[in-house]
């Protein structure tokens, strides 16, 4: 292979690489949960915050990322991110600073995924205009098997070595994706925003996603599929745990989970083609709903249902993602939008898994919650037949007649 088809080929997967990195320094974190907390002297609640910290780095970044990217450019805001983050992976195992470190590497890592979640889908827009729901699918086939393998791997590496190891080797890829992306950064002469000033005239004077109504149903939508991921990714274990499943078989559940999100990830663009995401969007719930009365009527069938909640959950987001791309009118539009649904997104996620704990200690079992996940998972579906329509074009006004 010659060096400008290798050239020409890691440009094309840049996109799916950074994918790679946006998501083991936050699921390799879970599984080795308790020994941070047995070594850091950190309770279940404390535990509990360090695992938020992340969702809430995301809905504070999120709005901002734009700004950051049409001053330095998409290429140079991916490279800067991804150096961050692998530092801050490193500073959360090694900083020397007691918890304080372990802290302020959490932040820093939530804040610098939040970089690459915003600009994904404005990257996918730009790179794959003609086919943003099959790259969709493949971008997020990467983030969800990333983050899988991330979880999977964690407890055998803390086994080996320990818990600030397992971490820390989450800072190898986004420094190597880094280095791969460099060379697009170094020959990017200028923002994106310069172009856009020159091509898109009413980019460059200020698109405000936040009155538009299609951003207020993308963004619903978003964060209602966000939060029956977050609700079932956290609390699947602890279900099943309950009803007499062991701990090991759960983890394994909720591994299966996640490898069967690649697969809705990756059939759900077939739901989307036209101009209309409604089949498609209305469709990535109902696998949730399933698994909500399934585990309530038929529990034995844990294995089944945890597949289910993997599918819906994972085509789901794919079908957020893509009504981000496919909503925005410019590839800077898309990036407001992407920071818009994904800080209110992962706001609302942050307190479904919350509440959803809070249900299950009031009522003394997970019934109230699981229920939770089937109303999310309809308010969604209600959602999705308007998020799915595309916008109608603005007339043009009407010149009075003389």
């Not at 950074?18 to 950190?42: D, F, H, K, Q, Y």
């Not at 609640?45 to 990217?69: C, E, K, N, T, Y």
Request: proline share 5%.
């Amino acid at each position: 292979m010659t060096a400008t088809k290798r050239s020409g080929l890691l440009l094309a997967a840049g996109v799916f690489l950074l994918a790679v990195c946006l998501r083991p320094a936050i699921t390799s974190v879970g599984p080795v949960l308790e020994r941070i907390g047995a070594e850091e002297n950190l309770g279940e609640g404390a535990q509990g915050v360090l695992g938020a910290i992340p969702l809430l780095a995301f809905a504070a970044i999120s709005p901002f990322v734009h700004r950051l990217a049409r001053h330095t450019g998409y290429e140079r805001t991916v490279v800067i991110s991804l150096i961050v983050l692998g530092l801050g992976t490193l500073v959360r195992s090694w900083a020397g600073l007691g918890t304080l470190g372990l802290w302020l590497g959490t932040a820093v890592v939530g804040a610098s995924i939040a970089v690459g979640n915003v600009l994904g889908p404005a990257l996918v827009k730009r790179d794959y205009a003609e086919r943003v729901s099959g790259a969709m699918g493949v971008y997020t086939a990467f983030i969800t098997g990333a983050a899988a393998t991330a979880s999977l791997v964690a407890v055998p590496l803390a086994n080996v070595f320990n818990w600030r190891f397992s971490l820390a080797f989450w800072a190898i890829p986004p420094f190597v994706v880094a280095l791969l992306w460099l060379p697009r950064a170094l020959s990017a002469e200028r923002p994106v925003t310069a172009v856009a000033e020159q091509t898109e005239p009413e980019e460059a004077a200020g698109t405000n996603v936040w009155k538009w109504p299609t951003a207020w149903l993308v963004t619903a939508y978003m964060g209602l599929q966000s939060t029956t991921f977050y609700i079932t990714i956290t609390w699947l274990p602890s279900i099943e745990t309950a009803q007499g499943v062991s701990a090991e078989v759960a983890g394994l559940h909720l591994f299966l989970a996640s490898g069967a999100g690649i697969v809705g990830g990756l059939l759900v663009p077939f739901l989307m083609r036209g101009r209309s995401q409604v089949v498609a969007a209305v469709a990535a719930a109902v696998p949730v709903v399933i698994w909500s009365f399934g585990v309530l009527l038929a529990p034995s069938l844990f294995l089944l249902w945890a597949i289910c909640s993997g599918i819906g959950t994972g085509a789901a987001l794919v079908v957020a993602l893509a009504l981000i791309s496919l909503r925005g009118r410019s590839q800077h539009e898309t990036t407001r939008l992407s920071g818009m649904a994904q800080s209110l997104g992962y706001l609302l996620a942050t307190l479904g898994p919350i509440a959803a704990g809070f249900l299950a200690e009031r009522t003394g079992g997970w019934d109230a919650s699981v229920l939770m996940v089937a109303g999310i998972a309809g308010v969604q579906m209600l959602v999705a037949l308007w998020a799915g329509r595309p916008p109608q074009p603005a007339r043009p006004a009407l010149r009075p007649t003389l």
